[in-house]
Nanobody, 114 residues
Framework: QAQLVESGGGLVQPGGSLRLSCAGS????????MAWYRQAPGKEREVVAT???????VYADSVKGRFTISRDNYKNTVTLQMNSLKPEDTAVYFC????????WGQGTQVTVSS
């Protein structure tokens, strides 16, 4: 049974940066398209960045130029570098395949506020 554990969230001021990490066990990320998702209060979960198995990158328009997704297939991790954060980036961030196929982890809270 695959397990996903997200970490790295926190409280940051607008314009700041955070680096999120997702560690997987019980599976191998290398064969999947992996993605970061987020869910803000009262909103549906949305995908913000995808890194395909071949390395191709896809970003939501709202994060283009600010977020960078990467993966380390050897360590079975997926990382999201978030720069120039805005209050509207406040959400719980999750990782999973794209489309999702594993049980969701608990996510990591990102709060952007002054």
């Amino acid at each position: 049974q695959a397990q996903l554990v997200e970490s790295g969230g926190g409280l940051v001021q607008p314009g700041g940066s955070l680096r999120l990490s997702c560690a997987g066990s019980g599976t191998f990320f290398s064969i999947y398209n992996m993605a970061w998702y987020r869910q803000a209060p009262g909103k549906e979960r949305e995908v913000v960045a995808t890194i395909e198995a071949n390395g191709f990158l896809v970003y939501a328009d709202s994060v283009k130029g600010r977020f960078t997704i990467s993966r380390d297939n050897y360590k079975n991790t997926v990382t999201l570098q978030m720069n120039s954060l805005k209050p509207e980036d406040t959400a719980v961030y999750f990782c999973n395949c794209d489309p999702p196929r594993f049980a969701w982890g608990q996510g990591t809270q990102v709060t952007v506020s002054s």
